[in-house]
């Protein structure tokens, strides 16, 4: 915990934004819903390793920058890191301003505009634009049919709850009784392809096979 805020504390000196987990499951679910410019991702993490927390980001097509760290004898978990997807490695003990520097660098040569593109078989869509495209082709959508999209494009294989679509949409949950987010759902199928969401019953939402 000691150096998580250590690390904090110089990286929000030097202008970043932090978010801070203390275990892995919380590092994961962090890491699933937010488009961080990049990651430092500590392979020790109780509840659930760095290279599963890593392993199951990629698996979820989350392609932010990721600089691990291991203790100085986990030579084979950092290789594993790499071939995982990490894309740095820094053994402990560190000094803070490497880790600034590292970050720096790392956040200068990933390309936005590969950076903060998702797809999905036949669907993309540009966080920065806020564009949809389909077969390489745009597709006009409103804004909150795009919110929509962007939270399961976000988590493709997970079931995304309408509460949680809602609150994405507005910012705020659905009243009850409302069905603004199965209307919003009726059009992207209408734009995208039936097939392109898939409902579960009872519980939400997400990605099919497009």
């Given at each position: 915990m000691a150096l998580a805020e250590g690390l904090v504390e110089a990286v929000t000196a030097a202008g970043f934004a932090a978010d801070t987990a203390f275990d892995g499951p919380s590092g994961l679910e962090l890491g699933l819903a937010n488009d961080?410019?990049?990651?430092?991702?500590?392979?020790?993490?109780?509840?659930?390793?760095?290279?599963?927390?890593?392993?199951t980001w990629r698996a979820e097509h989350r392609t932010m920058p990721v600089i691990i760290l291991s203790a100085r004898g986990e030579w084979s978990q950092r290789v594993e890191g790499l071939n995982l997807g990490a894309d740095?490695?820094?053994?402990?003990?560190?000094h803070a301003a490497e880790v600034v520097a590292r970050l720096h660098a790392?956040?200068?040569?990933?390309?936005?505009?590969e950076e903060r593109v998702l797809r999905h078989g036949r669907v993309a869509i540009s966080l920065v634009a806020k564009?949809?495209?389909?077969?390489?082709?745009?597709?006009?959508?409103t804004a909150h049919e795009w919110k929509v999209l962007a939270c399961l494009m976000q988590r493709p294989s997970h079931v995304i709850?309408?509460?949680?679509?809602?609150?994405?949409?507005?910012?705020?949950?659905?009243?009850p009784g409302s069905n603004t987010i199965e209307v919003f759902v009726a059009r992207l199928r209408a734009k995208l392809?039936?097939?392109?969401?898939?409902?579960?019953?009872?519980?939400?939402?997400?990605?099919?096979a497009v």
């Open positions: 961080y410019d990049a990651v430092i991702l500590d392979l020790g993490l109780p509840g659930m390793t760095g290279l599963e927390v890593l392993r740095d490695y820094m053994a402990k003990p560190f790392i956040t200068r040569r990933v390309p936005v505009s564009a949809t495209y389909l077969d390489g082709q745009e597709v006009d959508l709850s309408q509460a949680e679509l809602a609150e994405q949409a507005y910012g705020r949950p659905e009243a392809g039936h097939d392109a969401i898939r409902t579960v019953r009872g519980l939400g939402y997400r990605m099919g």
